[in-house]
Nanobody
């Protein structure tokens, strides 16, 4: 059984920083693409950032220059460093990972989410 567990959310003031972590556990051959998503109240879930196996990353325009996605393959962990946080970044943040389970099969998993609240 594979699980993704996010952590690192919390309440911070505007302009502050947070670092989210996403740890994958279970019978994993390797983690392929990882994405961070977020969902604010009353809004659809949106893609924030992705990172591929080689470390190539993409970002939503709204977070470019403020957020950095990274990964540590030795720890089956992905991170989202969030700087210069704004009130509009308030949301539940979810980790999504495409995980290779066998030599020929992979599956996408979601974490349970971690709340990020930006408020003074």
């Amino acid at each position: 059984q594979v699980q993704l567990v996010e952590s690192g959310g919390g309440l911070v003031q505007p302009g502050g920083s947070l670092r989210l972590s996403c740890v994958a556990s279970g019978s994993i051959v390797r983690i392929l693409t990882v994405g961070w998503y977020r969902q604010a109240p009353g809004k659809q879930r949106e893609l924030v950032a992705t990172i591929g196996t080689s470390g190539t990353s993409t970002y939503a325009d709204s977070v470019k220059g403020r957020f950095t996605i990274s990964r540590d393959n030795s720890k089956n962990t992905a991170y989202l460093q969030m700087n210069s946080l704004r009130s509009e970044d308030t949301a539940v943040y979810y980790c999504n990972a495409n995980i290779q389970l066998t030599s020929s099969f992979s599956r996408t998993y979601w974490g349970q989410g971690t709340q990020v609240t930006i408020s003074s």
